[in-house]
């Protein structure tokens, strides 16, 4: 952002090295909790996706506004926003929210979405005065024990509220058993997601051994896991044969990864699971929505968080444009929240590119619904 003056003699720019003193030093005098280091304004200044605006008078830093970018995604993230205590009334603050709203639009955002403090009535009527929503609360949020309130504004397009429930995976390698999970406390309101369930399916759909540690889920494993507990199934897969057997080197990995999908695929048959040996197209993602189902995507980790590594997200959502998704991923090492990765609207081509993985790119999916219902 070009330097920008305002009608109250603020200028606005983009933070740059050399702000992190001044910047923590407005962070002690207005924060009493919860403050970002001067280290973290270092980092967060360099990172490609942050964005962050200091407001300037009389040469003096009195305000900034920062955004976070999730890679592949349609939101962005109001991290943290700051005014001096002196320069309450003169607009200061809804200058910053602007800014932070035009940062999160020119990088093609349909939504910002932040956590206020619960006891914070002057930040909260601020963002409903702009038109901010309230879409949850994430209780002992902050350091001293203070609920969060989550807010978000459409920046364009169409609000999408969901009412498939949101669970964050708790090990790196049960992104499949989560979205599972997701998708049976939607179809069942009795069932309540939690660590010892989310180990137990991952248990019962493993196929994958890793390069070191445990291992993952196939598209078979979790149609097995969703049949037994309950839901309808319908898998999609590009490729015939063992899957992700290409890179496995070792052979007593491969023979044990080879008889587990050899099961997996064996009971399929017998639950009478459809099983297109074909790649799906996005008129199937979007088909199975429509019809109230939810699907399990394996995509490419790399667009959405820099790691080409296999990943499930869960297809929830499609207004036309995008397709929203929950992924069970949180990166809290990067100030990510469950707002960052819940209900997050992904354009169609992104969402394509993203939704394959390795070479040959593999394309497979679960859809899933509830067998109650016909």
Known sequence: MASAPTASGITLRAARIGDEDALAALEARVFTHDRISRRSFHKLIERSTAETTVAIKDGVIVGYCMVLFRKGSGVARLYSIAADEHMQGTGLGRTLLAAAEHAAYEHGRMLLRL???????????????????????????????????????????????????????????????????????????????????????????????????????????????????????????????????????????????????????????????TVHDRAFVLDDIRTALKQGRLVMVLISGFLMFGKKVPHWVLAIDDDGDHIFIHDPWVEEEHGETASDAANVPVPYEMFMRMAQFGHPPLRAAVMLGDRRKK
């Not at 759909?205 to 540690?213: C, D, E, P, V, W």
């Open 115 to 273: 956590e206020v403090r619960e006891d914070n009535p002057r930040a909260i009527a601020l963002y409903e005065k702009n038109h901010y929503r309230r879409i949850g609360i994430e209780d002992g949020y902050y350091e001293d024990g203070v609920a969060a309130i989550r807010m978000e504004k459409l920046l364009h397009g169409e609000v999408r509220s969901t009412k498939v429930p949101f669970y964050a995976q708790t090990s790196d390698f049960t992104c499949g058993p989560c979205c599972l999970m997701m998708a049976m406390a939607h179809f069942d309101p009795d069932y309540v997601p939690e660590p010892v369930k989310e180990i137990r399916l991952w248990r019962e759909a493993t196929t994958i051994f890793m390069m070191s540690g445990p291992g993952g889920c196939e598209p078979f494993g979790l149609a097995v896991s969703a049949h037994e507990h309950g839901l309808r199934s319908e898998i999609f897969v590009s490729h015939e044969g063992p899957l992700f057997l290409q890179s496995v080197r070792d052979k007593e990995k491969r023979r044990v990864m080879l008889l587990a999908q050899i099961d997996f695929r064996a009971r399929i048959a017998e639950y009478g699971v």
